[in-house]
């Protein structure tokens, strides 16, 4: 008997976005999903506990592809930190972009603070981040002594809500080509650096995080 179909992560991606793209809504249950596509429902369990997680590692797995796709670049000696994590985020949202109809359906009204989708991208971008050199970002090289040496996580936190500020800017953007969201994103990508710089600026960051939090956990 001819064996059921191979079936891997990324098949399950493409096959569980199809879905939603045609049908509008989740699949019925796994059982059904795996049928339909025929390959055993076990075998989906080899890779995702559910529909959610599918959801959930998506922005994930476009994040990934971006930054090995930016490495071909980003791995020469002559390209700085920051024009790393430009090539990156570029990248990443061209593939966005590619993929707009899934993304919008899957994030809805879901702001990126909301644990249902921001936790495993998250960690994922806090990955990335610690892979660049703060030292060589010119505006680093010009701050004051306790600017240079910011603790690790204040300047991931940072980076994080500009990320996400990006990604609903991109939710909302509709310029052609979106591409008032790649000016958004150079001209931004170092106010998380400015404001931490002068103190009083410091302090209303600070409670804007809080503030930014709060009004994510309540929507």
Known sequence: ????????????????????????????????????????????????????QIEKSMLVNLFDQSVALASEVNNSDEITSKEKLLNVYFIFFENMTMNRSLVLMILGSDKLHSPKLSNHLKETHRNFIKTLDFN??????????????????AREEAL???????IEFWKKDTSPSFEKTDVFIEKTVDTGFELMDNEPLRKVIDLG????????RKS
């Open 1 to 52: 008997m001819e064996k059921e179909n191979l079936i891997t992560e990324e098949k399950i991606f493409e096959l569980y976005g199809d879905y939603i793209l045609n049908h509008g809504e989740r699949p019925k249950n796994i059982y059904r999903f795996a049928k339909e596509n025929k390959f055993e429902e076990k075998d989906f369990y080899n890779y995702f506990s559910s529909f959610e």
């Open 209 to 216: 995080k809080f503030l930014f939090k709060e009004k994510f």
């Open 136 to 153: 060589d970002f010119e505006m680093i090289k010009k701050a004051k002594e306790d600017m240079k040496n910011l603790h690790e996580k």
């Open 160 to 166: 994080w809500i500009h990320f996400v500020s990006s």
